[in-house]
Nanobody, 123 residues
Framework: QVQLVESGGGLVQAGGSLRLSCAAS????????LGWFRRAPGKEREFVAG????????DYTDSVKGRFTISRDNAKNTVYLQMSSLKPEDTAVYSC????????????????WGQGTQVTVSS
């Protein structure tokens, strides 16, 4: 069992930056690929970014490419999402998720989820 806890959310003005963290415990962190997802009010959960077990491969949804960067530190059991040039449409609850196999953009294939952290971008 893996437990995931996100932090770093908050209120930021458009154009600003935030860094989200997701700390893991209870499993061998380096054996899991990780994804960041977000859910805006009234919308479906959306894949944001993913990273492979050793960090050698990353994937992003088109709307965040060039603005967000996913990274991980296996020594600290933590995955990060650096968000820059934030837009009001980035407002959502951001959650991290873990699975043993390769990164996928489909949330249903992830076995472990954090509780989420709210990101609000004001215009």
């Amino acid at each position: 069992q893996v437990q995931l806890v996100e932090s770093g959310g908050g209120l930021v003005q458009a154009g600003g930056s935030l860094r989200l963290s997701c700390a893991a415990s209870g499993g061998i962190f380096s054996t899991y690929s990780l994804g960041w997802f977000r859910r805006a009010p009234g919308k479906e959960r959306e894949f944001v970014a993913g990273i492979s077990q050793r960090g050698g491969s990353t994937d992003y949804t088109d709307s965040v490419k060039g603005r967000f960067t996913i990274s991980r530190d296996n020594a600290k059991n933590t995955v990060y999402l650096q968000m820059s040039s934030l837009k009001p449409e980035d407002t959502a609850v951001y959650s991290c998720a873990a699975r043993r196999l390769e990164v996928r953009s489909t949330p249903d294939v992830y076995a472990y989820w954090g509780q989420g952290t709210q990101v609000t971008v004001s215009s």
